[in-house]
Every structure is written in structure tokens, then in C-alpha cells.
């Protein structure tokens, strides 16, 4: 199936009328063109960061193409009808309140903490777990079991560096996922690598190439816009934004605290009080709603509420899937940080 087969899917499964400017942007069709080509887990011959906007676009796509595929076996074992998801976490869709005062607060802690220096010019350490409903492995999209993958990441200012993926613990919503899982050969055991790579100087591709960002709002806003169109696609853009960047180094307190005000400035933002996130740590959490890739969506950011690292982000699927195999409302993707102090 060609890339325009892919989207002609997507927008049989959902005409995307909520997207501000209709078709993909050139970042958003570059992302997905090279996941739908990779056999297994994404693995570029030089590493650049694929954003979530476009791993949301991949979800739609490649679960509309495994429409028919998941309630029916050859060889009789019973499928669920709907896809693995993870458990929704506390009251993540509730009304919340105005943000502001919240995240301003949290701006003033990450100013004064001195636990978490950052990362600087590098060396750059980022350890994460992620999931999305388009994981796949071994070739496969697996929808019996929400299988995580563990990601170590670090590079350096030359651009050299090294990435390891290890699967993690698989999730299954009942007894009757988990026994489909074992029927369809237990893909995606806990402890797998799926991704060893090293770059030589000049083999690391970093979104952000010219770090530290700067430490004021202003300036830092127009460094987070050169490779994110955040004019145009609104906050749930800034969002994907702040998470790309930690996906590539720890920021410093400074940064944190600027990255926290230019959400406070965004009316759209709601604040959702405290929660514990799926690592087991306590998080303020923010989101924002918006159907920045066609589908009602509630994007989550949740921060430390000590340090004001981020800590994690979701997507919620809230109305409507679309021809998704999900239930309404379901989360569709998490990522966890877990910060060097």
C-alpha cells in the first residue's frame, strides 16, 4: 500500500474537517511516509524525531488498513473486537480550570530548583517509555496487548550518539487480550530489542540542533516554531513542541520555566489537578483540547510538581474514532520521561 493508499484510508476514516489547512503539512507527510515503510519499529539510518502529530495520523491509517483483519483468525482463536488501550489515568477529562495561576506556580518551582541542571550543549541523555495504537512489532500493529517500548537515548554536540528500544511489560484490558496475545504468538515480549544503533559524528539528526534553547519566553517561542508550525496549528502544536523537546534533552530550569509560561499565555490550556502518572509519580496535569489531526482529541502534558520537569503526555480520543477499533473515549498513546538528576 502506497503513502496516498494510506491516506485515502485515513480520510475514509475520518474526513480530518477539523485540520486547519486540509491536507498534511510537508513535516507530517515526511513522518508518515517513513514509519509506513519501516517493517517494525521506525529505525532510520539517521535518527530524527517523528512528531506526534504524525503518530496520531499513523494510528488512523494503519488501524483503518486492519479493519476486517481483527475479529476473524485462520486458525479460529478469538480476537477482541477493539484494540488493546491502556487504562484512562484519574479525571483526565474532566472541565479542569483556567491554567494560569497553576503553571505560573510551576514556573516559579522550576526556577528555583537546582536537582535537575539539564542537559546544556550535551552530552544529551533522554530515557523514555511510549506507546501508541500503531506499535508494531515484528512487522505486525499488535492489538491484543498495549506493548511499551523503553528507549534510551544520547548523542552529542557532534552529533554522534547511540539509541537502544526494549520492549516493556504488555497490558492487557482482560483475561480474553491477554489469551488472543499468547494465540497470536506472544509478539512483543517483555525485554525484546527491537532497536540497538550508534552514530558516528554527524549521524545524529536532533529536531532541536542548536541547544540549549534560549531561556526567555520570546526568543524561545520563535526557536520552538522553526519545526513546528505553531501559528498555524494552535497550542496542541505547543504542545508537541515542549514534548519534542524532552524527547531530545533534559531542559534547564530556566528553559522549563519559559517553556511553562508560554503555556500559561494560552487561554485554551485547563489545568486537572494533581494525578499519579502511569511511572507511579505524582503530576500536575494540563491538557488541551483539539482535532489537530482530524479526530477530537484531549492532549495531556503532566509536570513534577517539585521540579516542573515534564514527566508525561497523552492522547485522548473523546467523541468520535472514527473507523478506529477503539472504544470512545480511549487513550491512543502515552509517553513517559524519566529525568537524570
Not at 69 to 89: E, I, Q, W
Not at 244 to 249: G, N, P, S, V
Request: some cysteine; aromatic content about 4%.
Amino acid at each position: 500500500m502506497t503513502l496516498k493508499d494510506n491516506l485515502a484510508v485515513l480520510r475514509h476514516a475520518d474526513p480530518a474537517a477539523g485540520l486547519p489547512d486540509g491536507p498534511l503539512d510537508q513535516r507530517a507527510d515526511d513522518d508518515l511516509a517513513r514509519i509506513l515503510d519501516e517493517p517494525t519499529v521506525a529505525v532510520p539510518p539517521s535518527h530524527r524525531s517523528v512528531g506526534r502529530r504524525a503518530v496520531l495520523v499513523t494510528v488512523a491509517a494503519v488501524t483503518a488498513g486492519a479493519i476486517g483483519l481483527m475479529v476473524s483468525d485462520p486458525f479460529g482463536a478469538k480476537t477482541p473486537a477493539m484494540a488493546a488501550t491502556p487504562p484512562m489515568l484519574g479525571n483526565v477529562l474532566g472541565a479542569g480550570q483556567p491554567a494560569g495561576p497553576a503553571l505560573s506556580r510551576l514556573a516559579d518551582a522550576a526556577q528555583k530548583d537546582r536537582s535537575l541542571a539539564g542537559d546544556g550543549s550535551g552530552p544529551h541523555v533522554v530515557r523514555t517509555e511510549s506507546w501508541s495504537l500503531s506499535t508494531r512489532v515484528d512487522g505486525k500493529t499488535v492489538h491484543s496487548a498495549v506493548v511499551p517500548e523503553i528507549t534510551e537515548l544520547s548523542w552529542n554536540a557532534d552529533r554522534s550518539g547511540h539509541i537502544s528500544t526494549q520492549l516493556g511489560k504488555p497490558y492487557y484490558p482482560s483475561a480474553e487480550y491477554e489469551s488472543a496475545w499468547k494465540a497470536d504468538g506472544s509478539r512483543g515480549k517483555q525485554g525484546k530489542t527491537v532497536r540497538d544503533e550508534t552514530w558516528q559524528p554527524g549521524g545524529y539528526t536532533p529536531m532541536f540542533p542548536n541547544l540549549p534553547l534560549p531561556s526567555q519566553a520570546a526568543p524561545l517561542l520563535a526557536a520552538l516554531k522553526a519545526g513546528h508550525p505553531i501559528d498555524k496549528l494552535g497550542t496542541g502544536e505547543l504542545m508537541i513542541a515542549i514534548e519534542d523537546l524532552y524527547r531530545e534533552t533534559q531542559p534547564s530550569p530556566e528553559v522549563r520555566a519559559a517553556l511553562l509560561q508560554l503555556l500559561a499565555a494560552r487561554p485554551d490550556v485547563i489545568a486537572l489537578g494533581q494525578l499519579t502518572d502511569r511511572a507511579g509519580r505524582p503530576a500536575e496535569c494540563f491538557a488541551v483540547d483539539s482535532t489537530l489531526t482530524g479526530l477530537p482529541q484531549r492532549q495531556l502534558l503532566m509536570f513534577s510538581p517539585t521540579t516542573a520537569t515534564l514527566l508525561a503526555g497523552e492522547d485522548v480520543l473523546t467523541e468520535d474514532a472514527g473507523q478506529l477499533e477503539v472504544r470512545v473515549p480511549s487513550v491512543v498513546s502515552y509517553r513517559l520521561y524519566f529525568p537524570r538528576s
